[in-house]
């Protein structure tokens, strides 16, 4: 099975799919690499894409220790694939923590990719410090949770949870996997994922000045029914100058399974237009209008 080494020596499981620009995918909390199977079968037919497994994720490595978990080191581990597998300028979709990982990595390393795809981003809980300190405590009792009662337990709770109520309405035998996969995960790998990333890490609405320096042309994708995603989108749409909001309708948090072929729709828009240079800066002088012409002839 390939694997990659990181700048720490843990060791990512990754897959490899078609050719062409690279293309890589970034899973969320609640999935993991096999969750990106509607999006490989589809782009792999032009893209080389890659999807691979998180640290804490098999069969990437599972470290021991909560200090190996974190927000930069996430960003960094798509920094290690990236250059161990000579990726030149990849776009890069993120769902959820995967989508905070990528907004991290451009932060951490910007000019890298050739564009971001913002799907389901978190803030990581409000600025607020009240706020701040409930969505930790929360954290860390979900963490404690997975590590007593097992991940087929918390798959129970997780995978019902009001985000993806649409989901399993809309594909009850999808959701069905997908609740499995999560079960079929590791508890240690989630618990301290949950601790030294989701708990721990800062909310992007006190960074406003570090995504205002972010320069690649970024797509942020909510599901309307994924409430907690929406405040992050309007303040990504205000201080990232190349970024766009797509809002899909009826959809809640695991939408690029939930909504395959609307989700890749979209990205695939989305690709071609920062392919040929069409997704400019809010504001940039390239939004120049193009005068109507005279219909009175055809009266």
Known sequence: MPHIKTSDGVSLYYEETGTGDPLLFMHEFGGHHLSWEPQVR???????????????????????????YSQARAADDAADVIEALGLKSPHMVGLSMGATAALEFAIRHPGVARSLVIAAGGGGGSSDPAAKAKFREECEGFAQRIEKEGMAAMAELYCTSSARTTYRYKDPRGWAEFKQQFADGSAKGHA??????????????????????????MLVIIGDEDESTHGLAVHL????????VLEMPKTGHTMNLEEPAAFNSAVQDFFHAVERDRWPARGAATYTLIPPKDLSSRA
């Open 237 to 244: 749409k205000q201080h990232v100058a190349r970024s766009g």
């Open 192 to 217: 301290m994922t949950m601790r030294g990333v989701q708990g721990a890490r800062q909310p992007f609405f006190e960074r406003t000045a570090e995504l205002a320096k972010i320069a690649e042309p």
């Open 42 to 68: 589809y782009f792999s037919r032009r893209y080389r894409c890659i999807t691979y497994a998180a640290r804490g994720w098999p069969p990437s490595d599972v470290p021991d220790k909560v200090e190996s």
